[in-house]
Each structure stands twice: as structure tokens, then as C-alpha cells.
């Protein structure tokens, strides 16, 4: 029996599939997969790469911490903020990370700069994932049957 | 019949009116549309967070993991939080949201605490309280309400921060102050022409079947969720991540009923004000009819005597 997986963030519902065949997730405590049958768990997200497997296709989300509640069949996926990687624009997160980095400069105090330097991690996770990943053309799928 | 300066004048008056309201039906409109995008992106997120608090509530069969998952055998006290609007002329959309926590309390029978989010809803429930301090056959328990907290001007867009405050004080009310059970009465929408006061229950968080024993008929229950496993694991551990979650989520919860409510509050707003406008057009043309009889007359009046005038001239010239 395929996995139902939901990811939404805050804002939006981002992806839903009753397909899913694994969900490998950016837990806190480290990277987690997810088969079917997976016992309950609750864990925090980390910043990170949130993929979804379903048949030849995997789909790729950089999410920003959050809550994933899994169960045998469902994987709820509750971001702070999510967002697909083809949706990701290499030039914004650049700008993203400069801002970040300039500010960082500036050497501010307290909230202040505990939410630059988050700003800035989330631009180079980004940045990171988008690399890796390969951006949206050109985006060659693994399947699982590849990695083993 | 009245003259035609007096109608000129009610038809002017009547213009103004008219002006007015359409100036609001417009305003409401684009607030409508902003705030019907925001509570249909959260309400996903919002009903999920829903479904993960109850598979955790589901756990705690016995000794509660988190204090505000302890469920008290004995409801002596209960906390209302009343989300209504700040302003008026929004149609029934006040009245109602209020009408339905009061009748709720009525029902349920309890000494009540109440948090009231909007100034129009807290002025309708202190003159609610007033009037059961008042009245001699009022039953012991509603001679109890009061008024703990009160919150108003809340931003267009509330987001997660604005809510903290009102968040932290029903926590202390069910944590510290003696509350026993917590509610949200607030107004869910539905569409532009639908919304629908209810009354939800919000602590302590439980799973489905413990709430519907006592209050079914009473509070909309929330939807179903189906039930996981009792042995949940957590990462890192229980304490930590229960910490973490069921405040924030509960928060969410909260945020939710409010943004449910105010795009119900300018869905209602623009329905009330499209409707005044209509009466008012249709009272203008009322108007400028009987207008356009007294003038008539006035001038068939006057061409009477005129034409009267003529022939008595007439006949002093024979």
C-alpha cells in the first residue's frame, strides 16, 4: 500500500500525492526515510531537502523547519516554509544570501542578528539544494532501482 | 402633500446614504477578496496541525504528556474566547457570533471567563452580563460571567504574533486562573453569503471521541481523525517536541478562527452594505417620483391661477 503524503507550510498546501512509494525527510535528529508501514512519529524538520518518491519520479522541496507527523499510510509534512525547487530563483536567493552576508558584516545584536544569520542559512541551504539537485531543466530524475 | 423642497431635500439626504454605503460595500470588497486568499492558503495547514494535535492528545490515555492535554473530571469554570468584530454594519455578523457563545454558556451551564477579541462583540457581551446581574431569575451561573481580557484593532492581515498575547492569557486561564475547559466562539466562513458561528472546544486538547461525549450537541465538533497507534515515537523526545508543538499549534488555531472570522465579518459587511445601497436606490426613485407629482401639481397649480387670473381680467374688460 503507497504512502498518502501532504506537504503544506504556513501559507499554502504545497504537494499532495496517495502514491508515494518513500519520503525522505530532513528530520532534527537526521535525515529519516520513510516506507509504508513506518511506525508513528513525531519529529521536528531541520532546514533542509524534503524528497518525495513516487515511482521514477522524485519531487524535491526545500523546507524550513517545521513539524512531520508519520503514520503507517499518511506523512503530514507541516513546514514553517516550503517552497518546491523549481519553484527556487537562483538569482533571489543569491541576492538573498549578499543582503544576508552584508548585514552579517555590520556585526548587529541579539534578535537581530539571530534572524540574519537564519536568513542566511536559508539562502544557502538553498543555494545547496538547488546545486545539487540541478535546478528545474535539468533535473534528471533517479529512480530507486538506480541507487541500489 | 409634502412640498417639493422638503422631498428635494429627503432625496438629497437619501444620495448621501447611498454614497456611503456603496463607499463601504467597495472598501469591504477588496478587504474580502485579500481575506478570503488568507484563510483558504492557512486553513490546510491549519486543519492538519489539527489532525497532528489529536493523534498526540490520543496518546495520553492516563497521565497527560503535557499540562494542557489534562483533562479535569469536574468542569466548575470554563474560559469563552469570543472572536467578534470591531465595527458595525456588517449586518447580523455580530449579533450572531455573540448570540451564539451566550446561548452556548446558556446551555452548557457553566460560570464563565470570557476573552473577548473586537470591540463591537465586547460591548455586546458586557451589556449581555449586565443584564443577567440584573435579572432576578437568572440562574446562579450567569450571574458568574466576566470579562478577564479584552482585545481589539486587531491588523487586517493578522499573522502568528498578533495572536501570541491573546494565546498566552488562555493559556494562564486554563493553566493558573481555574478554567477548567477553553473555548473558541467565533464565525466560520463559508462563502460570501454563508458563514457560520460556532462555538469549538480548544482545551484541553482531546482526541474526538472524549469530546463528544459531554458537549456534542453543544460545540461543532471538529472533524474526524482517524486514530494512529498508541506508541508514537519522538525525536528528540516526547517533552521536547510536545513543548514545541502543542503551543504553536495551538496558536495556529487560534490565528485560524480569527482569520475564518474576519473575512466572514467583510463578507457580511458587503452583503449588508450592497443591500443598503439597493434599498436606497430604490427609495430614491420612490422619492423622486412623488417629487415629480408635487411639482407636477404645483405647476398645474399654478397655471389654475394664471388661467383664473386671465379670466377675471377677462370679464372686467367685458
Not at chain 2, 6 to 13: A, G, L, P, V, Y
Request: charged share 25%; net charge negative; hydrophobic share 40%.
Amino acid at each position: 500500500m503507497p504512502l498518502e503524503v501532504e506537504v503544506v507550510s504556513r501559507v499554502r498546501q504545497l504537494y499532495h500525492t496517495e502514491n508515494a512509494d518513500m519520503v525522505l525527510i530532513p528530520g532534527s535528529e537526521g535525515e529519516l526515510g520513510v516506507l509504508p508501514n513506518h511506525t508513528p512519529l513525531l519529529t521536528t524538520l531541520a532546514f533542509g531537502e524534503l524528497r518525495v518518491v513516487e515511482g521514477d519520479a522524485i519531487n524535491s522541496f526545500v523546507v524550513y523547519g517545521g513539524v512531520v507527523d508519520v503514520g503507517p499510510h499518511k506523512v503530514i509534512v507541516l513546514a514553517d516554509d516550503a517552497e518546491s525547487v523549481s519553484e527556487i530563483n537562483m538569482s533571489d536567493v543569491e541576492e538573498a544570501r549578499a543582503r544576508a552576508r552584508r548585514l552579517m558584516e555590520e556585526s548587529p545584536a541579539g534578535d537581530q542578528r539571530a534572524m540574519i544569520a537564519q536568513e542566511l542559512r536559508r539562502a544557502e541551504i538553498a543555494a545547496k539544494i538547488y546545486q545539487r539537485v540541478g535546478g528545474p531543466s535539468g533535473r534528471r530524475i533517479r529512480t530507486v532501482e538506480e541507487d541500489e | 402633500m409634502p412640498t417639493t423642497r422638503e422631498i428635494k431635500r429627503r432625496i438629497n439626504s437619501v444620495r448621501n446614504i447611498n454614497q456611503v454605503t456603496r463607499a463601504l460595500e467597495a472598501v469591504s470588497a477588496s478587504a474580502v477578496r485579500k481575506a478570503q486568499n488568507a484563510v483558504l492558503a492557512s486553513r490546510p495547514y491549519a486543519q492538519y496541525a489539527h489532525q497532528v494535535l489529536v493523534h498526540v492528545a490520543a496518546q495520553s490515555r492516563g497521565v497527560p504528556l503535557h499540562p494542557l492535554l489534562e483533562v479535569r473530571q469536574d468542569v466548575d469554570m470554563i474560559c469563552v474566547l469570543l472572536i467578534a468584530g470591531d465595527r458595525g454594519l456588517a449586518g447580523a455578523y455580530n449579533a450572531n457570533a455573540v448570540r451564539r457563545a451566550t446561548s452556548f454558556v446558556e446551555r452548557y451551564q457553566r460560570p464563565a471567563r470570557w476573552v473577548t477579541v473586537g470591540r463591537k462583540g465586547t460591548d455586546l457581551i458586557r451589556r449581555w452580563i449586565a443584564a443577567q446581574k440584573d435579572s432576578e431569575t437568572a440562574a446562579p451561573f450567569l450571574k458568574q460571567q466576566e470579562i478577564v481580557a479584552e482585545f481589539s484593532h486587531l491588523p487586517a492581515d493578522p499573522d502568528v504574533s498578533d495572536v501570541t498575547q491573546i494565546v498566552q492569557v488562555l493559556f494562564d486561564e486554563f493553566l493558573n486562573q481555574g478554567a477548567d475547559e477553553v473555548f473558541v466562539a467565533y464565525t466560520n466562513f463559508i462563502n460570501t453569503v454563508t458563514q457560520q458561528p460556532r462555538v469549538l472546544p480548544l482545551l484541553p486538547l482531546r482526541p474526538f471521541e472524549a469530546s463528544s461525549r459531554a458537549i456534542a450537541d453543544l460545540v461543532e465538533t471538529p472533524p474526524e481523525v482517524r486514530l494512529r497507534g498508541r506508541d508514537y515515537l519522538y525525536e528528540p523526545d516526547a517533552v521536547t517536541i510536545l513543548d514545541e508543538v502543542i503551543p504553536r499549534f495551538t496558536e495556529l488555531q487560534i490565528l485560524q478562527a480569527i482569520r475564518e472570522s474576519l473575512s466572514s465579518e467583510h463578507s457580511a459587511r458587503m452583503v449588508a452594505m450592497r443591500n443598503a445601497s439597493e434599498s436606497a436606490e430604490a427609495l430614491r426613485g420612490l422619492l423622486q417620483l412623488d417629487f415629480n407629482k408635487a411639482r407636477q401639481l404645483a405647476i398645474t397649480g399654478e397655471i389654475l391661477d394664471i388661467i383664473g387670473g386671465v379670466e377675471a381680467l377677462k370679464q372686467n374688460d367685458d
